[in-house]
């Protein structure tokens, strides 16, 4: 991969981006209800913050993804316009036309959207924790550690 996203985001940047996009994946509609399985349909949408360096290195991740994986591929875009990007989700949510991914949701909303049961609990996903655990300290996965665990 091109190493030039670097010079976007600063070391902690990228280290705290590469552990909040699997902890914000969110498939808030879940992806089986949303995709019926078909080729043409496993697309994943990824909606990033709008900051300028994000967007940038979202959009090289992405890139690199879709090279690698071309049998599910990522479209992605910043958060659509709104007042905030809170407001932009919670109408998503309400509308059922949420992101696959979201990797611009406030900490605070992030355990109030698990408690009413609109994310993928990440733990369930297999081979989840142990790559957690090889990648961040205890206090970091403490902090991002939902309430019931």
């Not at 399985?37 to 300028?52: D, F, K, P």
């Not at 599910?72 to 992101?99: D, H, M, Y």
């Not at 990648?135 to 665990?149: H, K, P």
Request: include cysteine; charged fraction near 15%; aromatic fraction near 10%.
């Amino acid at each position: 991969m091109n190493k030039n996203y670097r010079k976007y985001l600063p070391a902690h940047l990228i280290k705290f981006f590469l552990l909040i996009c699997p902890v914000c994946l969110i498939c808030l509609s879940n992806i089986s209800c949303r995709h019926s399985g078909t080729s043409s349909q496993n697309r994943l949408t990824y909606w990033s913050s709008n900051n300028t360096y994000e967007i940038k290195f979202a959009s090289a991740m992405v890139t690199e993804w879709n090279k690698h994986h071309p049998e599910i591929p990522v479209n992605f875009q910043p958060v659509p316009e709104g007042r905030s990007s809170e407001e932009v989700i919670l109408a998503a949510v309400v509308g059922k036309t949420t992101p696959d991914i979201y990797s611009n949701m406030w900490q605070g909303d992030v355990e109030a959207y698990a408690q009413a049961g609109v994310l993928v609990p990440l733990d369930t996903l297999p081979g989840f924790l142990p790559f957690l655990y090889r990648r961040c300290d205890s206090a970091v996965i403490a902090e991002v550690t939902s309430l019931d665990g």
